[in-house]
């Protein structure tokens, strides 16, 4: 079992940026691909960003290709979505979850965070 704990969220303004952290526990965080989505109000939960164990393979949703970068430190079982440039569409709940290979089908992820809120305001 691998429990995931999401936090950075907050209210920014169009344009500022925030770094979104979750930070692993439990069985193993190692051999684990991360992700990254989200979820607007009335819409379902959609794919943002994942990175594999080693860190050689980052994946993008292109509505945030250039402005948020995923990243991790094994070292720390912590993954992170820098987000910049944001906007009032970035608008949602982002949770962070794990598998054993990154895909962009949040069904197909096995572990799931609690959620960080992030609101953008014009």
């Known amino acids: 079992q691998v429990q995931l704990v999401e936090s950075g969220g907050g209210l920014v303004q169009a344009g500022d940026s925030l770094r979104l952290s979750c930070a692993a526990s439990?069985?193993?965080?190692?051999?684990?691909?991360m992700g990254w989505f989200r979820q607007a109000p009335g819409k379902e939960r959609e794919f943002v960003a994942a990175i594999s164990w080693s860190g050689g393979n980052i994946y993008y949703a292109d509505s945030v290709k250039g402005r948020f970068t995923i990243s991790r430190d094994n070292a720390k079982y912590t993954v992170y979505l820098q987000m910049n440039s944001l906007k009032p569409e970035d608008t949602a709940v982002y949770y962070c979850?794990?598998?054993?290979?990154?895909?962009?089908?949040?069904?197909?992820?096995?572990?799931w965070g609690q959620g960080t809120q992030v609101t953008v305001s014009s």
């Open positions: 979850a794990a598998r054993r290979v990154a895909t962009m089908t949040p069904l197909e992820w096995n572990y």
């Open positions: 439990g069985r193993t965080f190692s051999g684990y691909a």
